[in-house]
């Protein structure tokens, strides 16, 4: 299946008041507001490791570490053709990247809820190749980086891309003990 370039979208925002202090106010909550778009596509573009969650034929969740770009409004990540998760995106798209810190009273955690589609098309899979390493640098190509030879894997089909649009986000921060949970809607 081919991914047709998306256009760009603007999402709705809502900041959610059950889960943000706007609710249990703390010193300094006095203006928890959403985070805005803007703000969540520069942490994703920025972020190293992502936690991809997809679901085993069976029902029950996998959540493995993958390295991601977004790159013109889209998440990509590759795997192996025969790893888990390629095998349970065939049975089942729906998937959700996730990344952030675990830290209790900073930070900030990013989940983008979408469908994975697999990318044939050649422009749009050298673009993606040049966004990851772009991103990634040594790591992908040096001779000694951890995942060098990627973009060949991708070419010659020993690794597969795939492409997650969002269809709903959310956004976690911590601020020192003020907390906000924000929704983006596609």
């Known amino acids: 299946m081919s991914v047709q370039r998306p256009t760009a979208t603007h999402p ?21 507001s959403a985070t805005p778009w803007a703000e969540a596509r520069r942490r994703l573009a920025a ?7 997809t679901t085993r034929p069976g029902g029950g969740p996998h959540v493995t570490p993958v390295i991601a770009a977004w790159h013109d ?3 990509y990540f590759s795997t192996g ?3 888990q998760k390629a095998r349970n995106l065939a049975q089942d798209a729906h998937c959700a990247l996730v990344t952030g810190g675990n830290a ?3 930070g900030f955690d990013l989940v983008v809820e979408g469908e994975a589609e697999r ?14 390493e772009a991103k990634y640098g040594a790591h992908i190509t040096s001779s000694e980086g951890t995942f060098h030879g990627m973009g060949d894997s991708l070419r010659n089909g020993d690794a597969v891309l795939f492409a997650v649009t969002p269809v ?4 976690f921060g911590r601020d020192d003990g003020v907390y906000s949970h924000t929704r983006w809607t596609f």
């Not at 925002?13 to 106010?25: F, G, I, K």
């Open 168 to 171: 709903t986000a959310y956004g």
């Open 73 to 75: 409004g889209v998440l």
């Open 47 to 53: 972020a190293e490791i992502f936690w991809v969650v």
């Open 104 to 106: 209790l009273t900073e």
């Open 119 to 132: 990318v044939s098309d050649p422009a749009l899979l050298e673009e993606v190749i040049g966004a990851h």
């Open 81 to 83: 053709p025969g790893e």
């Open 12 to 32: 709705t925002t809502e900041l959610d008041a059950r889960y943000s202090s706007a609710l249990n106010p703390r010193p300094g909550a006095d203006d928890v």
